[in-house]
């Protein structure tokens, strides 16, 4: 009897061990998400990417975007689309990650024209005539003026413009934080701080519409 109560004491410790290496293993494992979480909105979120819809929206999707990344003008009209069938919940940050060759050129022009104020104008004009101007993958710099002309841009100021410091620093700090996130594909989407599982509208749209169920239960969940 003496020896089966013993036994019975040694069990129970280690199940009591087990649940208890189980909690630490499990609390180490959420710090470390949680401190992943953080790096990643800082690298997700800077103050100098522009920004579209609501400010204070609940939903905020962040997208790295190539100007000459053919499924980039694809995703475009729907994302707007989606942003128009729920007014004030979805805001989008564009992040640069011109990854087609001479494609930095093509950013730095969207730069400068948005000191125009012309971003999203110049954006959707680039898309519109991007088979004019992206042969065979790349950017041909040259063939983006007439569209940006036709907005009626000054475009000896955008093309002075598109030298300065400051513009170069947001394309470095745009891709360096791709290289942080492991973006290494145009268009990548991130929702309210999550990666899409998997590439597509339809995993958007459902980690979207996910976001916008949980911010209208818990308010203020949103980043």
Not at 110 to 130: D, K, N, P, V
Not at 171 to 190: R, S
Request: aromatic share 8%.
């Amino acid at each position: 009897m003496k020896q089966k109560n013993l036994f019975i004491a040694a069990a129970a410790l280690l199940l009591v061990l087990f649940i208890g290496g189980a909690w630490v293993y499990k609390s180490q494992l959420a710090e470390q998400a949680a401190q992943t979480a953080a790096r990643n909105r800082e690298s997700l979120e800077r103050s100098h990417a522009p920004r579209f819809g609501n400010p204070g929206a609940p939903v905020h999707i962040v997208e790295f975007f190539d100007p000459a990344c053919g499924t980039c003008r694809d995703f475009y009209p729907m994302v707007k689309a989606m942003m128009a069938a729920n007014p004030g919940k979805i805001k989008l940050s564009l992040r640069y990650a011109p990854f087609h060759p001479g494609s930095d050129k093509v950013v730095k022009a969207l730069e400068a024209a948005r000191r125009q104020g012309l971003l999203q104008q110049s954006l959707e004009a680039l898309f519109i005539a991007q088979d004019s101007w992206v042969i065979n993958h790349s950017a041909q710099v040259a063939k983006i003026w007439g569209p940006l002309a036709a907005l009626g841009l000054d475009m000896q100021r955008l093309q002075a413009d598109m030298n300065a410091p400051e513009v170069a620093q947001i394309i470095a700090q745009d891709l360096a934080d791709a290289k942080t996130l492991n973006v290494t594909m145009t268009p990548e989407f991130f929702v309210n701080g999550k990666p899409l599982p998997k590439f597509g509208f339809d995993e958007l749209k459902k980690l979207v519409d996910e976001a916008l169920v949980a911010t209208a239960v818990n308010p203020g969940t949103g980043k």
